[in-house]
């Protein structure tokens, strides 16, 4: 669902003319912010806490009380 959301939210951008923004999601709610943003910071992942190396695939269990997107 997420990711369809985006994708609406991408075109309806785009088929406005507005060049320049990306869809994000801030503070739980789906909105609209510039590219630039995505030079605000840095963020870490704990690749050993969110992910099996050796399975070259993400943790799933265990994710009671964290954020939809983790980081």
């Not at 985006?6 to 088929?15: H, I, N, R, S, T």
């Not at 999601?25 to 910071?41: D, I, K, M, P």
């Amino acid at each position: 669902m997420v990711a369809t959301n985006y994708a609406v939210m991408a075109a309806d951008l785009a088929l406005e003319g507005m060049s320049g923004r990306m869809v994000a999601l801030r503070a739980g709610v789906y909105t609209n912010v510039s590219v630039a943003a995505t030079g605000e910071g840095v963020r870490r992942v704990d690749v050993d806490e969110l992910y099996d190396i050796d399975e070259y695939r993400p943790k799933l269990r265990h994710v009671g009380g964290k954020p939809m997107f983790l980081y």
